[in-house]
């Protein structure tokens, strides 16, 4: 075997068992529950207009791709994990839309250079091992002057957080991967971009969530249903004193990030970094 089979192995290894991870839980039941505003809120941030072409990167259930659909856009869904579509196509069945779905591997997209008006991703080529094969394929396939948006985790939020205090317990990343919340630091995507984009716009905001009724809530539903958390605790799931610790950690980190205000429900707050780009002209 040579050594550029070896890698491609290797390659093919590694999504597949990003494939599994995902498909593990169930992520399209959180998205729905806890995080529908953020597609809509990309899709404006990115002006998405009729009949333009838009592709959605790491699309999961078409969180993001299902309101590009909405405002008239001719949408691809794209995703490692086709096991999600099937909640896609029932929820856009629901608000009455049509787009194209497509399993596709962030780091190595099927499409055509320069095949789309506007390229988004919301929560989701974070999650491409390889950062900078990730942002250079969403250069590739967007058209010179189209529109880049992306909504990702911060590191210092409470997702970005959360991956920070599960990393002792979770095997070694492969080689040249990059821990997921990178992309909520703006510094970290100019760069992966370069002078490849200009008219660069970023924001940071909070999601509220008010789906917990105290930190033991938020870490019996991950356990469950969010990917990444699942795995960890399997990799884990022999060892009593570690999982004894991970839930520890879980619990006193969800507790920090949560509050009660007055009179309201206990809630927690969510830092993401909206990053919108037009691709530059050649």
Known sequence: MNDKTAVDEADRALKQKHRAMWASGDYPALASEMLLDLGAILVDACGVKAKQRVLDVASGAGNAAIPAAMMGAQVIASDL??????????????????????????????????????????LGVMFAPHHQAGADEIVRVCKPGGTIGLLSWTPEGFIGKMFAAMKPFAP??????????????????????????????TEKRTLVIHS???PADFLRYFKSHYGPTISVYKFIGDDEEKVKALDSALTELA???????????????????LFIAKKAKE
């Open 255 to 273: 507790d920090t990030f949560g509050d009660a205000h007055g009179d309201a429900a206990w809630q927690m707050e969510w830092e993401y970094l």
């Open 81 to 122: 994990t086709p096991e999600m579509f099937d909640a896609g196509r029932h929820q856009a069945a629901d608000r009455g839309v049509e787009l194209e779905w497509a399993e596709a591997d962030a780091e190595a997209l099927p499409f055509a250079d320069a095949e789309f008006d506007v390229v988004t991703s919301c």
């Open 172 to 201: 070694p990343p492969p080689p040249g991967a990059q821990p997921p919340p990178l992309w909520g630091s703006e510094d970290h995507v100019r760069e992966l971009f370069g002078d490849r984009i200009t008219d660069i716009h």
């Open 212 to 214: 917990f009724h105290q």
